[in-house]
Nanobody
């Protein structure tokens, strides 16, 4: 069973930094992309950043220049360094990974349980 385990959320003051981690495990053959989404109260889940196996990266416009995504392919782990945090960054952050469990399997999306990030103003 594939599991995505997130860590690193918490409470931080505006202008501060946090680093999120997400480790994927459980019968993984290969990973296409890994990334982060977030969902604030009353809002839809939105893409924060995504990194592909080849290294290409996509960021949401509002995160460019403040957030940095990176990936350790050997550890099946993705990181999100969040700097210059704003009150509006407060949300539950979810790890997402597109994983294939065998050579004959299709790539499927998996999700972590979410980690709360709260930015105080």
């Amino acid at each position: 069973q594939v599991q995505l385990v997130e860590s690193g959320g918490g409470l931080v003051q505006a202008g501060g930094s946090l680093r999120l981690s997400c480790a994927a495990s459980g019968g993984i053959f290969s990973i296409n992309y890994m990334g982060w989404y977030r969902q604030a109260p009353g809002k839809q889940r939105e893409l924060v950043a995504r990194i592909h196996s080849g290294g290409s990266i996509n960021y949401a416009d509002s995160m460019k220049g403040r957030f940095t995504i990176s990936r350790d392919n050997a550890k099946n782990t993705v990181y999100l360094q969040m700097d210059s945090l704003k009150f509006e960054d407060t949300a539950v952050y979810y790890c997402n990974a597109n994983i294939r469990r065998s050579a004959s399997d299709y790539y499927r999306d998996y999700w972590g349980q979410g980690t709360q990030v709260t930015v105080s103003s």
